[in-house]
């Protein structure tokens, strides 16, 4: 039975985290689009890295909600609310 992860990408993620390039962080602030981050008040991602991240980005959004890691899984109607909402003021027709 297959998984439902791509390990490759797993992999990949895992060794940015413990690895990261020292340099992303002050490169942060050069994204030049709008980003919105999901976070889960519960989660095991510290609160304060998450505000950082939108403060030192020029035009990011952060949105907590109620759940742990697996915000879209724990709370999808409001995952979803959230991403809309940030698609309709950002997303040209």
Do not use: C
Not at 15 to 39: F, K, M, N
């Amino acid at each position: 039975m297959p998984t439902p992860f791509d390990f490759a990408a797993v992999n990949a993620i895992r060794a940015q985290i413990s690895d990261p390039d020292p340099a992303w962080w002050d490169r942060i602030g050069t994204v030049g689009v709008p980003t919105l981050i999901i976070g889960g008040a519960n989660s095991t991602i510290p609160q304060h890295l998450l505000t950082e991240t939108v403060e030192r980005m020029p035009d990011a959004r952060l949105v907590t909600l109620d759940a742990g890691h697996y915000v879209h899984r724990d709370r999808p109607t409001e995952f979803l609310a959230a991403v809309e909402t940030f698609l309709a003021a950002h997303v040209k027709n």
